[in-house]
């Protein structure tokens, strides 16, 4: 084949599969500021005629958002600090502390992730009911403050801290929380900031588990706020799109910042066989 | 050296979360299935009654539970090669050194698995609606009849399965692009001066190549895609015809709108059960093609 008509392919169908996979996003925040009724009229419009912000005011002064919004921060920011903590001290005493049955206790953990996490569900909800968590925040953020996929991530990546530091810092008498803070904490922060993004942005998105325990509106994250929704005005599409842009723009943002260190996490996570 | 018990501090907080809200609940599923647990359980224990096997086998003579497995499978068998040949298609463009701006098409692709599935399902409903949506609006413009997208039992499940595919592909994306970047450009090189083709380059050593790659991802993919739940709830909230109600979208209705824990539970077990023998026997029908 002619070289530049391959490199004319090549490019051609790039920015084909590019246009397929942003044109929904585009007019998603293209729709956002119609008036409202005005996607819905033929031919479709693909740019608002007059930009208005009324829909995000409408969202934000009469259907909640703001609660939302905040609900969502909360919860996601909560679960990333909590499962942070608990995941890199696990990784790291997987990698790097001896006990007895460390190999056999991390096989069994790895065994468990063929488990689906919905299989837990139904008595989760009645051990949270239990103890008074269902519709609160916490009954979204305690189940999730550790996760099998961290603490694996951790221990591949904290495998890498050389053992003579660890045994230098304890022949000066150093405890062995010290250790972990002063010397370990610094050497993991790569995997600290790939661990962080990827479980604000999983905390972010979650569907089904916050669908289940928050049962009433005060406590809804966006997706939740955002499915009952999405119900409840089948037909106000500029509006809808509007909640879509507030549930979809933190998260694309937090992505593009921090590109680099999810796709990174993306791939040490897929070695997992 | 450590202390033993330093290590168990470390280890403690996660192993009791993990033990106490995933591995707990599990083993509970597991007796939860065998008993009667409905509303009258949920609002006093006593009620509670020990039903063996009948949940399971009650399910298996129920027509929408085997219509959710339909669709579920449905949903996998079509899906998941979707999805791959779209990653892998992908990959291989993003990995040609004939692609300009590589960094920008490689965000452009990946954007969508960032977002929130439904955030990014009610815009598809919208672009999907029969009388005003952009596709059937572009169809129209090239002679093709409005389809009713999400209404046409016969259509909503491809629509969901595109949805998967554009919302999905990205992800392995990502780890094919890596694989492929991993194979030593030398092969290329040899099979180049054989006057080996393109296409027989790409199956020849690309494809063997991937092929853990490939392996890895298939399995996982299968097990995402078991997973269906969102996609019905927001899109077409099982229908038209429960013709996309999943398996997981059957549990849920079962257990947190009828209350029934127990019976919900047996479907949960079910799908665990199912998911496992289909991806232990794609992982035996991929070695078994490795030593041939």
């Given amino acids: 084949m002619n070289p530049r008509l391959a490199k004319a392919m090549v490019n051609g169908l790039l920015l084909g599969v590019a246009v397929v996979a942003l044109l929904p996003l585009l007019w998603m925040l293209s729709v956002s500021f119609m008036t409202p009724g005005e996607a819905s009229s033929l031919p479709p419009p693909l740019l608002p005629k007059h930009a208005t912000w009324a829909n995000y005011h409408e969202l934000f002064a009469r259907a909640g958002m703001g609660r939302y919004l905040l609900n969502s921060l909360l919860v996601s920011v909560a679960i990333t600090a909590l499962a942070l903590a608990c995941n890199l001290m696990a990784g790291y005493a997987f990698a790097k502390l001896r006990f007895a049955g460390r190999e056999r206790l991390f096989q069994v953990l790895i065994g468990a992730l063929v488990i689906p996490a919905q299989v837990a569900m139904l008595p989760l909800f009645l051990l949270l009911k239990y103890l008074g968590l269902v519709n609160s925040y916490a009954g979204v953020i305690v189940p999730a403050m550790a996760t099998i996929f961290g603490i694996f991530l951790v221990r591949q990546y904290a495998r890498t801290v050389p053992d003579e530091l660890l045994e230098a810092a304890r022949i000066d008498g150093a405890g062995e929380l010290r250790i972990f803070v002063q010397i370990v904490l610094p050497l993991l922060k790569p995997i600290m900031v790939t661990l962080a993004i990827f479980t604000f942005l999983a905390a972010w998105n979650d569907f089904m588990w916050p669908l289940i325990v928050l049962t009433g509106q005060e406590h809804y994250t966006l997706p939740i706020a955002l499915a009952s929704l999405s119900r409840e005005h089948v037909q106000d599409s500029e509006l809808m799109m509007a909640g879509s842009v507030v549930t979809v723009l933190p998260v694309l943002l937090l992505f593009l910042a921090l590109q680099r260190y999810y796709l990174q996490g993306l791939l040490l996570g897929s070695v997992k066989g | ?292």
Avoid: C
């Fill in chain 2, 1 to 292: 050296m450590n202390s033993p018990r330093a290590a168990w501090l470390f280890l403690a907080p996660a192993l009791l979360v993990l033990g106490l809200f995933f591995l707990l609940p599990v083993i509970a599923a597991l007796v939860l299935s065998l008993t009667d647990y409905d509303l009258y359980a949920l609002a006093d224990i006593r009620n509670l009654r020990f039903v063996a096997l009948s949940n399971y086998w009650e399910l298996l003579h129920r027509r929408l539970f085997w219509s959710a497995l339909g669709n579920t499978f449905y949903f996998v068998a079509v899906g998941v090669p979707l999805s791959l040949t779209a990653s892998l298609g992908a990959a291989l463009l993003l990995n040609s050194p004939l692609a300009r701006m590589k960094p920008f098409f490689r965000t452009a692709l990946f954007a969508p698995v960032v977002t929130t599935v439904v955030a990014v399902a009610v815009i598809w409903r919208y672009l999907f609606n029969t009388k005003y949506g952009l596709i059937n609006y572009a169809l129209d413009s090239v002679g093709i009849h409005p389809v009713d997208w999400l209404g046409d039992p016969h259509w909503a499940m491809p629509t969901i399965i595109l949805f998967a595919v554009w919302k999905n592909f990205g992800y392995n994306m990502i780890i094919f692009l890596a694989g492929l970047q991993a194979i030593p450009g030398d092969l290329y090189e040899a099979a180049r001066i054989d006057g080996a083709s393109v296409p027989r380059q790409f199956w020849h050593i690309t494809l063997p190549m991937l092929k853990p790659t490939l392996t890895m991802v298939g399995m996982l993919t299968v097990a995402g895609y078991f997973q269906l739940f969102a996609e019905p709830y927001v899109m077409t909230e099982g229908g038209p015809l429960q013709s996309t109600v999943s398996v997981l979208y059957l549990m849920y209705e079962e257990g947190f709108k009828w209350w029934n824990l127990g019976s919900a539970s047996a479907v949960a077990f079910l799908l665990f059960v199912i998911m496992f023998a289909v991806t232990a026997t794609l992982l035996r029908f991929s070695r078994r093609g490795g030593e041939a």
